[in-house]
């Protein structure tokens, strides 16, 4: 029984310490902008041209030949950066195609089979501390492998494939310089920084809190507590039952996730075991914008949920899931100027990042 409690006290420690580590993450200022360009096309033409640009990880905008259209994927990044800037970026991707088709009439010169499809792809990353560029590179892929690479820091392009050698000095003249140079430059940072910095100026909001109560089909009480429509993204939800604090069974997080809206979602559960009635549980949360932790009592009856309201629930959490790319480490953006008030993050902006070769 002893042994017993000390697990607990241990697990909740452990849980504890895991939350602390969490939120100090999202309290970091930088972040990352990484464009991604995927050419097909044989020596001749261009068949296809696709665009993605992310930040932090979380999908902001993209591109096609097709439609030659930027779609931008969340929102209020579109207020962020403006119609002129979007349309800007519009017409320098519609622009870029001849670079791609360059390099597809070079690198696939050699093949015998004219016809032959080949992909050539560009990533183009720069990341922001606290406002300033810490660093910055591009990759160069030649039908899934990489043939060459920049740190711009370095300064010179590095040729990862023998073959490729003898492009290496095009790459490197003043005309493809100057231009991944202000590519780099205007649209891997700057677009980043207007997006950062509109989303510190956003006004916080807190979350909508619900909690409700189901019985699984193996008879098990599963709790769940949504938080949603908040900023900034920091947050807390924890399970307590009488007021205390501890591990009653197995607990489930979806991880903070963006809304359409730049606000947040995150919901937890709670599966209680058999044997436990479920009664005394509460979902406490803390938000910057709730002066003192909120306790939202579970519903003692189980709450109807209609099976569509369920299945369109699991869609979205899917297609959000999707859309994140896996983690979304958002980073926070905490302090602003001599204030020291301490702010949001955010999260995405719009079109891709550029640089030819
Ligand atoms: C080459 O790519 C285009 C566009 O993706 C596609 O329509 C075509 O079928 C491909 N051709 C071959 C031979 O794979
Ligand atoms: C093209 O072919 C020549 C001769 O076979 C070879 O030396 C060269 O490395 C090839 N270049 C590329 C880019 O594949």
């Given at each position: 029984m002893e042994c017993r409690r000390r697990w607990r006290w241990f697990s909740s420690a452990c849980f504890l310490i895991l939350v602390e580590f969490a939120l100090r993450e999202t309290m970091a200022v930088r972040h990352r902008h990484v464009g991604q360009f995927t050419a097909v096309g044989t020596t001749h033409s261009l068949l296809e041209l696709s665009a993605i640009s992310f930040i932090d990880d979380v999908e902001v905008g993209s591109y096609n030949k097709v439609h030659q259209q930027i779609i931008i994927k969340v929102p209020w990044t579109s207020k962020a950066l403006g119609v002129n800037y979007i349309t800007q970026r519009r017409n320098l991707l519609v622009d870029h195609e001849k670079h791609f088709l360059w390099m597809m009439h070079y690198f696939a010169k050699?093949?015998?089979?004219?016809d032959r499809n080949h992909t050539g792809q560009l990533l183009a990353d720069c990341e922001m501390d606290n406002d300033i560029k810490v660093n910055s590179h591009v990759h160069i892929i030649w039908d899934g492998e990489e043939i060459y690479r920049i740190d711009e820091e370095v300064g010179h392009w590095e040729y990862?494939?023998?073959?490729?050698?003898?492009?290496q000095h095009i790459l490197e003249s003043p005309f493809w310089t100057d231009l991944r140079k202000l590519y780099m430059n205007q649209y891997c940072v700057d677009l980043m920084r207007k997006i950062v910095w509109y989303s510190i100026l956003r006004d916080n909001v807190p979350p909508e809190v619900t909690v409700s109560r189901r019985v699984n089909r193996e008879g098990s009480i599963i709790l769940s507590c949504t938080a949603t429509?908040?900023?900034?993204?920091s947050i807390l939800l924890r399970w307590e039952k009488d007021g205390k604090l501890g591990v009653w069974g197995k607990e489930t997080s979806t991880g903070t996730l963006p809304n359409a809206d730049s606000t947040f979602y995150l919901r937890v559960t709670l599966e209680l075991p058999?044997?436990?009635?479920?009664?005394g549980y509460t979902c406490v949360v803390e938000h910057i914008e709730l002066k003192t932790p909120a306790v939202y009592p579970v519903p003692e009856k189980p709450t109807r949920e209609k099976p569509w309201v369920l299945t369109l629930g699991i869609m979205l959490a899917v297609i959000l899931l999707l859309s994140c790319a896996?983690?979304?480490?958002a980073r926070k953006k905490r302090?602003?100027?001599?204030?020291g008030q301490l702010k949001r993050s955010f999260t995405s902006t719009t079109s891709p990042t550029p640089p030819p070769l």
């Open positions: 050699n093949d015998t089979n004219h990862l494939k023998p073959e490729f050698k003898k492009y429509g908040f900023y900034p993204r058999p044997e436990d009635s479920g009664m896996g983690i979304f480490t302090k602003r100027g001599s204030t």
